[in-house]
């Protein structure tokens, strides 16, 4: 070859070089220009993890990634719980030789941005390493989830819960509120206030400024369904304020306080018929017949003895007088406190009904303070026999008479003669 044609050659190769570096200066002045844009962070990364080199992005000329970051380790930002899991995600990139994705948080201060990143082999040990804040869309896809599951629970609530405009009108409400007000998918443009009864709409109005005022109101309200039946309900209401175009709101929570009304209706109406059982039964036993012998029986009276305890013990006895043909009825009134008149009158008319049944009547118990009020009280005691202490009236019903001796019957000190006194 001559030199002439040797030196074509050398000069086509150097044509050839130079349009080759001038291809690839404009290859690297594009991938500059777009890595310019990119707010991704752009890096080659070692298999131990290692940052060799790192592009120049909007990411790192903003300050967030230190531009001199050449060998820096990604445990120094990569969260520790998160740092095997890049790495074995570059290690499984560069083996396979295929591109691998994964998300991860890096710490910027206080807070943690999270990242998706993709990694592709770029030589035999190390890999391209892209990655994008995706902080933004978790908290989005966490906001969208969180009112999934508001939006969820608040259309499985027992309560009544709806959200009107501030003039009143409803644009949403749940399954419970709906069925509450017995309007069904009716109930949404209905204004709020036609949803309560007439007389408390001026409460209502007033509720609403407060609300929007004072932020909340808590109270009890009257629902009218759809048939006109009104049920009684505890309303909370919270003003919404206006945010990002929306005008401001009013959600409120309404509950039917009809069960809890009615379990407190039966739960008095049966303390009540506990209170009088237990009545019925102190009344059985504060007036108790106790028989002495044939023919002689005494009732124990315990406590106040005002009319309706009076009246009581007087049917228990003359019924026992009846029944079992008593002749002497022993009264101990020993346990009788604070004797006044109306006690008086209650034992002397007691004392005459079993006269009227020939049936005498022994009062026992009577102590200097009731002797005192009795004599105080003009009470007329006569034809009653009256006697300090039980003992001495039961001695005085169980004595012999008419020349008999009374015989003892079991569970009776003794058995007096069945012989009637005079009426």
């Not at 006690?343 to 006269?355: C, E, K, P, V, Y």
């Amino acid at each position: 070859m001559s030199d002439e044609q040797g030196s074509s050659a050398i000069e086509r190769e150097n044509a050839a070089l130079r349009r080759r570096v001038a291809e690839l200066e404009a290859a690297e002045a594009k991938l500059e220009a777009l890595c310019s844009v990119s707010r991704a962070f752009i890096a080659l990364i070692d298999r131990d993890g290692v940052v060799q080199e790192m592009f120049a992005t909007l990411l790192s000329r903003s300050g967030r990634v230190e531009s001199g970051c050449l060998a820096l380790p990604m445990a120094a930002v990569v969260r520790e719980d998160y740092l095997e899991r890049c790495i074995g995600a570059i290690r499984e990139s560069l083996a396979t030789r295929t591109i691998a994705s994964l998300e991860y948080p890096v710490r910027f201060g206080q807070d943690d941005v999270w990242c998706q990143a993709f990694c592709k082999p770029f030589t035999d040990d190390t890999v391209l390493w892209v990655a994008h804040d995706i902080t933004a869309q978790r908290r989005l896809a966490y906001a969208q989830a969180e009112l999934r599951d508001f939006q969820a629970l608040v259309n499985s609530a027992p309560d009544g819960v709806c959200i009107a405009s501030r003039e009143g009108a409803l644009f949403h409400a749940n399954q419970a509120f709906r069925a509450m007000t017995g309007h069904g998918d009716g109930a949404l443009g209905k204004s709020l206030f036609d949803l309560y009864r007439a007389e408390e709409v001026d409460q209502l109005a007033a509720v609403v400024q407060q609300c929007f005022e004072q932020g909340s109101w808590q109270g009890t309200l009257g629902l009218v369904q759809h048939d006109g039946r009104t049920i009684p309900c505890q309303v909370s209401m919270v003003a919404l304020a206006a945010e990002a175009g929306r005008p401001p709101a009013l959600a409120t929570i309404a509950r039917d306080l009809t069960p809890l009304y009615d379990a407190e209706r039966e739960r008095l109406a049966l303390q009540e018929q506990v209170i009088q059982a237990q009545q019925a039964t102190l009344r059985e036993l504060s007036t108790p017949l106790v028989p002495l012998a044939e023919g002689v029986v005494a009732m124990p009276l315990i406590g106040a003895l005002d009319r309706s305890r009076a009246q009581q013990a007087m049917e228990k006895l003359l019924d026992g007088i009846v029944l079992h043909q008593f002749h002497t009825a022993i009264l101990d009134v020993t346990g009788v406190k604070d004797v006044d008149a109306e006690s008086a009158d209650a034992l002397l008319r007691i004392a005459r009904a079993a006269r009227l049944l020939g049936a005498q009547l022994v009062l026992t118990g009577i102590g200097p303070d009731t002797a005192q009020t009795l004599v105080d009280l003009g009470v007329d005691l006569t034809g009653i026999t009256t006697r300090s202490t039980l003992q001495s009236g039961i001695a005085h019903a169980l004595a012999p008479r008419g020349g008999r001796r009374a015989t003892s019957v079991p569970g009776a000190p003794a058995l007096a003669t069945r012989q009637r006194s005079p009426a």
